[in-house]
């Protein structure tokens, strides 16, 4: 595909469920990258990866988040055990290699509702 | 840490006409980039303007520029000929240099009126 795209585009769940959402970034992007945008606010890091490995995972919030891109290319965000709190737009950003000051180009994002 | 202020919630301006967006940062770091990304209600963010730090000239994007100051640790997007488009939210965006994260602002609301 020509852009980042991300499934799926909305999900409800309950308090204490869990969640994947998923990310398909650009084709060739090494670099992926996932954000999340609470209401009225800009969107806060979370994870990065370079090709397979989460090279800087240092915003996720706890434990119960977690991400994996098995293959270097798909990418899904799992959080376990969720809460209201977790509530917002799950953005994906790729980019080509992850150079210093590269463009990140974003999805769609997932708006997720706890219940 | 960084962080990255945008002090007007929300702005509109008339069609056609000019119209500046303002963002203040704090850092430490001398080389950094900076970047100004437009989301729509699409949700997707898309790329307005970049700026390298250590570029003394000021960034230009056909009807997009903007006005670095690094002194003042300021960098602000003017839009000219506003277009209908143009209505987004407006995040402006840091990241140092060797680093791989956006820090964000909080945007700026900008309806562009007919």
């Known amino acids: 595909g020509a852009g980042v795209s991300q499934t799926p585009s909305n999900k409800v769940t309950e308090k204490g469920k869990y969640v994947e959402l998923r990310c398909d970034p650009i084709s060739g992007h090494t670099a992926l990258y996932w954000y999340r945008q609470s209401l009225g606010q800009g969107p806060e890091f979370l994870i990065y990866f370079q090709g397979t490995g989460a090279a800087d995972d240092s915003g996720l919030p706890n434990d119960r988040f977690f991400a994996v891109r098995p293959e270097g290319s798909v990418s899904t965000l799992k959080i376990q055990r969720t809460e209201r709190g977790d509530s917002a737009v799950y953005l994906c950003a790729s980019s080509q290699t992850g150079g210093e000051g590269e463009t990140q180009y974003f999805g769609p994002g997932t708006r997720l509702l706890v219940l | 840490a960084q962080t990255v202020t945008q002090s007007q919630p929300e702005m509109s301006v008339q069609e056609a006409e000019t119209v500046t967006l303002s963002c203040t940062y704090d850092?430490?770091?001398?080389?950094?980039?900076l970047f100004w990304y437009k989301q729509p209600p699409s949700r997707q963010m898309i790329l307005v303007i970049r700026q390298e730090a250590y570029k003394q000239q000021n960034a230009t994007e056909n009807r997009f520029s903007v006005n670095f100051q690094k002194a003042a640790k300021s960098f602000s997007l003017k839009i000219s000929d506003s277009q209908l488009g143009d209505t987004a939210m407006y995040f402006c965006a840091f990241m140092k240099r060797g680093g791989n994260q956006f820090y964000f602002g909080t945007g700026t609301s900008l309806t562009v009126i007919p």
């Open positions: 850092t430490s770091e001398n080389n950094y980039y």
